[in-house]
Protein backbone atom coordinates (compact mmCIF):
# COMPACT_ATOMS: atom_id res chain seq x y z
CA UNK A 1 0.00 0.00 0.00
CA UNK A 2 0.66 3.41 -0.42
CA UNK A 3 -0.13 7.09 0.67
CA UNK A 4 0.69 10.79 -0.76
CA UNK A 5 -0.06 13.11 2.33
CA UNK A 6 -0.67 16.24 1.21
CA UNK A 7 1.20 19.03 3.63
CA UNK A 8 0.17 22.71 2.96
CA UNK A 9 1.69 25.66 3.31
CA UNK A 10 4.49 24.42 5.63
CA UNK A 11 6.70 27.51 5.00
CA UNK A 12 3.65 29.80 6.08
CA UNK A 13 1.49 27.54 8.47
CA UNK A 14 3.57 26.16 10.64
CA UNK A 15 3.88 27.21 14.64
CA UNK A 16 3.64 25.64 17.85
CA UNK A 17 5.27 21.93 16.83
CA UNK A 18 3.05 21.41 13.60
CA UNK A 19 6.06 19.81 11.64
CA UNK A 20 5.54 16.68 14.32
CA UNK A 21 1.95 16.19 13.35
CA UNK A 22 3.80 15.57 9.41
CA UNK A 23 6.48 13.40 11.19
CA UNK A 24 4.57 11.54 13.21
CA UNK A 25 2.18 10.01 10.25
CA UNK A 26 5.37 9.41 7.86
CA UNK A 27 6.89 7.19 10.49
CA UNK A 28 3.61 5.36 11.57
CA UNK A 29 3.27 4.78 8.28
CA UNK A 30 7.00 3.84 7.88
CA UNK A 31 7.04 1.14 10.67
CA UNK A 32 4.30 -0.41 8.97
CA UNK A 33 6.10 -0.87 5.40
CA UNK A 34 3.77 1.44 3.72
CA UNK A 35 5.29 3.34 1.08
CA UNK A 36 4.52 6.92 1.71
CA UNK A 37 5.38 10.34 0.15
CA UNK A 38 5.32 13.56 1.48
CA UNK A 39 4.63 16.83 -0.91
CA UNK A 40 4.79 20.24 0.15
CA UNK A 41 2.00 22.39 -1.61
CA UNK A 42 2.56 25.84 -1.29
CA UNK A 43 1.99 29.28 -2.86
CA UNK A 44 3.50 28.27 -5.97
CA UNK A 45 2.61 24.99 -6.28
CA UNK A 46 0.10 23.65 -9.57
CA UNK A 47 -3.27 22.30 -8.52
CA UNK A 48 -2.32 18.50 -9.75
CA UNK A 49 0.48 18.12 -6.91
CA UNK A 50 -2.64 18.57 -4.62
CA UNK A 51 -5.15 16.43 -6.24
CA UNK A 52 -2.51 13.78 -6.09
CA UNK A 53 -2.77 13.85 -2.16
CA UNK A 54 -4.77 10.98 -0.31
CA UNK A 55 -4.37 12.93 3.15
CA UNK A 56 -3.90 16.47 3.23
CA UNK A 57 -2.55 18.36 6.67
CA UNK A 58 -2.43 22.09 7.46
CA UNK A 59 -1.16 23.40 10.48
CA UNK A 60 -1.87 27.40 12.43
CA UNK A 61 0.43 30.65 11.87
CA UNK A 62 0.55 34.11 12.98
CA UNK A 63 -1.64 36.67 11.35
CA UNK A 64 0.90 37.90 8.62
CA UNK A 65 1.25 34.67 7.13
CA UNK A 66 -2.43 33.62 7.30
CA UNK A 67 -3.23 36.41 5.38
CA UNK A 68 -1.15 35.54 2.88
CA UNK A 69 -2.13 31.55 3.04
CA UNK A 70 -6.14 33.24 2.96
CA UNK A 71 -5.75 34.71 -0.15
CA UNK A 72 -4.20 32.10 -2.22
CA UNK A 73 -6.52 29.50 -0.96
CA UNK A 74 -9.37 31.45 -2.04
CA UNK A 75 -7.99 32.45 -5.67
CA UNK A 76 -6.49 28.55 -6.49
CA UNK A 77 -6.51 26.27 -4.21
CA UNK A 78 -9.59 26.11 -2.14
CA UNK A 79 -12.13 25.07 -4.13
CA UNK A 80 -9.78 22.56 -4.75
CA UNK A 81 -9.90 21.81 -1.07
CA UNK A 82 -12.93 21.67 -0.73
CA UNK A 83 -13.98 18.98 -3.21
CA UNK A 84 -11.42 16.76 -2.32
CA UNK A 85 -13.01 16.83 1.53
CA UNK A 86 -16.76 16.66 0.34
CA UNK A 87 -15.02 13.58 -1.68
CA UNK A 88 -14.18 11.68 1.85
CA UNK A 89 -10.26 12.70 1.51
CA UNK A 90 -9.09 12.99 5.11
CA UNK A 91 -7.20 16.00 6.30
CA UNK A 92 -6.07 17.30 9.96
CA UNK A 93 -7.00 21.40 10.20
CA UNK A 94 -4.86 22.73 13.07
CA UNK A 95 -5.82 26.30 14.67
CA UNK A 96 -5.66 28.92 12.07
CA UNK A 97 -6.48 26.13 9.59
CA UNK A 98 -9.45 25.12 10.83
CA UNK A 99 -10.55 28.70 11.18
CA UNK A 100 -9.92 28.67 7.31
CA UNK A 101 -12.47 25.79 6.86
CA UNK A 102 -14.85 27.79 8.08
CA UNK A 103 -16.72 30.46 6.78
CA UNK A 104 -15.06 33.44 8.23
CA UNK A 105 -12.92 34.65 11.02
CA UNK A 106 -13.26 38.37 11.96
CA UNK A 107 -10.51 39.66 13.67
CA UNK A 108 -10.42 42.31 16.52
CA UNK A 109 -9.17 44.81 14.38
CA UNK A 110 -9.32 45.34 10.56
CA UNK A 111 -11.44 43.28 7.34
CA UNK A 112 -12.72 40.19 8.10
CA UNK A 113 -11.30 36.98 6.39
CA UNK A 114 -13.78 35.09 4.30
CA UNK A 115 -13.26 31.23 4.87
CA UNK A 116 -13.65 27.85 2.15
CA UNK A 117 -17.04 27.18 3.89
CA UNK A 118 -16.13 23.78 3.89
CA UNK A 119 -17.09 23.27 8.09
CA UNK A 120 -20.39 24.70 9.29
CA UNK A 121 -18.44 27.42 11.55
CA UNK A 122 -16.73 30.58 12.20
CA UNK A 123 -14.54 32.44 14.38
CA UNK A 124 -14.65 35.63 16.05
CA UNK A 125 -11.47 37.25 17.83
CA UNK A 126 -13.19 39.35 21.02
CA UNK A 127 -10.53 41.35 21.17
CA UNK A 128 -8.45 42.48 24.59
CA UNK A 129 -11.03 42.21 26.91
CA UNK A 130 -11.29 38.25 26.75
CA UNK A 131 -7.74 36.65 27.41
CA UNK A 132 -6.29 34.09 24.92
CA UNK A 133 -6.85 30.76 25.27
CA UNK A 134 -3.84 29.45 26.36
CA UNK A 135 -2.64 26.06 27.85
CA UNK A 136 -2.91 22.39 28.34
CA UNK A 137 -6.25 20.68 27.51
CA UNK A 138 -8.35 17.44 27.47
CA UNK A 139 -10.93 16.41 25.39
CA UNK A 140 -13.54 13.33 25.41
CA UNK A 141 -14.02 12.01 22.57
CA UNK A 142 -17.32 11.91 21.10
CA UNK A 143 -16.38 9.55 17.97
CA UNK A 144 -15.91 5.66 18.40
CA UNK A 145 -13.56 5.55 15.73
CA UNK A 146 -11.41 8.04 17.69
CA UNK A 147 -10.96 5.81 20.68
CA UNK A 148 -7.65 3.58 20.97
CA UNK A 149 -8.32 0.41 19.87
CA UNK A 150 -4.91 -1.17 20.87
CA UNK A 151 -5.47 -3.90 23.36
CA UNK A 152 -1.90 -4.57 23.34
CA UNK A 153 -0.46 -6.69 26.63
CA UNK A 154 2.89 -5.27 26.23
CA UNK A 155 1.67 -1.31 25.77
CA UNK A 156 -0.75 -2.05 29.39
CA UNK A 157 1.86 -3.30 31.06
CA UNK A 158 4.31 -0.49 30.59
CA UNK A 159 1.78 2.18 32.03
CA UNK A 160 1.45 1.85 35.72
CA UNK A 161 -0.75 -0.73 35.03
CA UNK A 162 -3.43 1.24 33.77
CA UNK A 163 -4.79 -0.45 31.20
CA UNK A 164 -5.93 1.90 27.58
CA UNK A 165 -9.83 1.28 28.01
CA UNK A 166 -9.45 3.70 31.23
CA UNK A 167 -8.37 6.67 29.12
CA UNK A 168 -8.91 5.65 25.29
CA UNK A 169 -11.81 8.14 25.04
CA UNK A 170 -9.72 11.16 25.67
CA UNK A 171 -7.33 13.45 23.35
CA UNK A 172 -4.73 15.28 25.03
CA UNK A 173 -2.86 18.49 23.91
CA UNK A 174 -1.81 22.44 24.30
CA UNK A 175 -3.86 25.49 22.84
CA UNK A 176 -2.98 29.00 21.79
CA UNK A 177 -5.65 31.06 20.27
CA UNK A 178 -7.41 34.54 20.42
CA UNK A 179 -10.46 33.53 18.80
CA UNK A 180 -13.15 31.98 19.92
CA UNK A 181 -15.19 29.22 17.32
CA UNK A 182 -18.99 28.59 17.15
CA UNK A 183 -20.29 25.55 15.33
CA UNK A 184 -22.87 25.05 13.49
CA UNK A 185 -25.68 22.05 12.58
CA UNK A 186 -23.83 20.80 10.27
CA UNK A 187 -20.37 19.93 11.71
CA UNK A 188 -20.25 18.02 14.85
CA UNK A 189 -17.71 18.69 17.48
CA UNK A 190 -14.28 16.71 18.39
CA UNK A 191 -15.34 16.21 21.89
CA UNK A 192 -16.20 17.73 25.07
CA UNK A 193 -13.89 19.84 26.84
CA UNK A 194 -12.96 18.50 30.84
CA UNK A 195 -9.74 20.36 30.96
CA UNK A 196 -9.18 24.25 28.77
CA UNK A 197 -10.83 26.34 26.60
CA UNK A 198 -11.76 24.64 23.50
CA UNK A 199 -13.48 25.93 20.65
CA UNK A 200 -14.47 28.95 22.74
CA UNK A 201 -14.59 28.56 26.24
CA UNK A 202 -18.48 28.48 26.35
CA UNK A 203 -19.72 25.55 25.22
CA UNK A 204 -17.24 22.63 26.19
CA UNK A 205 -16.84 21.46 22.92
CA UNK A 206 -13.44 21.53 21.24
CA UNK A 207 -12.76 20.95 17.50
CA UNK A 208 -14.94 19.68 15.08
CA UNK A 209 -15.91 16.03 12.79
CA UNK A 210 -16.51 16.52 9.11
CA UNK A 211 -17.20 13.75 6.82
CA UNK A 212 -13.31 12.27 6.91
CA UNK A 213 -11.75 15.71 8.36
CA UNK A 214 -10.57 16.53 11.47
CA UNK A 215 -10.83 20.49 12.89
CA UNK A 216 -8.99 21.66 15.95
CA UNK A 217 -7.36 23.82 18.23
CA UNK A 218 -5.17 21.22 19.94
CA UNK A 219 -1.34 21.55 19.51
CA UNK A 220 1.37 19.96 21.03
CA UNK A 221 2.07 18.43 18.46
CA UNK A 222 -1.40 16.58 18.83
CA UNK A 223 -0.80 13.41 16.71
CA UNK A 224 2.35 11.83 18.88
CA UNK A 225 0.72 12.22 22.06
CA UNK A 226 -2.98 10.97 20.31
CA UNK A 227 -1.38 8.06 18.14
CA UNK A 228 -4.74 6.44 17.50
CA UNK A 229 -6.06 10.22 16.12
CA UNK A 230 -2.97 9.59 13.57
CA UNK A 231 -4.03 5.59 12.93
CA UNK A 232 -7.83 6.86 12.33
CA UNK A 233 -6.93 9.18 9.89
CA UNK A 234 -4.00 7.08 8.08
CA UNK A 235 -6.68 4.31 8.32
CA UNK A 236 -9.47 6.50 6.23
CA UNK A 237 -6.96 7.07 3.57
CA UNK A 238 -6.16 3.88 2.87
CA UNK A 239 -9.47 2.57 3.06
CA UNK A 240 -10.49 5.53 0.89
CA UNK A 241 -7.69 5.35 -1.78
CA UNK A 242 -8.05 0.99 -2.47
CA UNK A 243 -11.61 0.78 -1.67
CA UNK A 244 -11.57 -1.65 0.99
CA UNK A 245 -11.40 -1.79 4.96
CA UNK A 246 -8.40 -1.67 6.62
CA UNK A 247 -6.76 -3.44 9.74
CA UNK A 248 -3.72 -1.90 10.55
CA UNK A 249 -0.54 -3.24 12.00
CA UNK A 250 -0.31 -2.54 15.45
CA UNK A 251 2.51 -0.82 17.16
CA UNK A 252 4.14 -0.20 20.77
CA UNK A 253 3.24 2.58 21.47
CA UNK A 254 4.29 3.00 24.92
CA UNK A 255 6.05 6.08 24.84
CA UNK A 256 3.22 7.57 23.16
CA UNK A 257 0.82 6.52 25.82
CA UNK A 258 3.05 7.44 28.39
CA UNK A 259 3.44 11.12 26.74
CA UNK A 260 -0.78 11.10 26.86
CA UNK A 261 -0.92 9.53 30.40
CA UNK A 262 1.46 12.14 31.80
CA UNK A 263 -0.33 14.84 30.77
CA UNK A 264 -4.07 13.81 31.73
CA UNK A 265 -2.52 12.78 35.40
CA UNK A 266 -0.81 16.02 35.44
CA UNK A 267 -4.12 17.85 34.63
CA UNK A 268 -6.27 15.23 36.55
CA UNK A 269 -4.59 16.21 39.90
CA UNK A 270 -4.95 19.97 39.17
CA UNK A 271 -8.72 19.47 38.87
Known amino acids: MELTIGWLYPDLMSIYGDRGNIICLLKRCQWREIKVKLENISLTSHFSLLTSCDLLFMGGAQDRQQKIAAKDLQETKGPIIKEMIENFVPGLFVCGAYQFMGH ?7 KEIE ?13 KNKPRCIGDIIVKTQSAKLKAQNDSEKVKTKISNLEIREFDNFLVGFENHGGRTYLGNRVKPLGKVIVGFGNNGEDKTEGCLYKNAVGTYLHGPVLPKNPHVADYLIKLALEKKYGDEVKLKPLDDSLEWQAHMAILAKLKIKN
Open 115 to 127: GLHIFDLHTIHPG
Open 104 to 110: FYRPANG
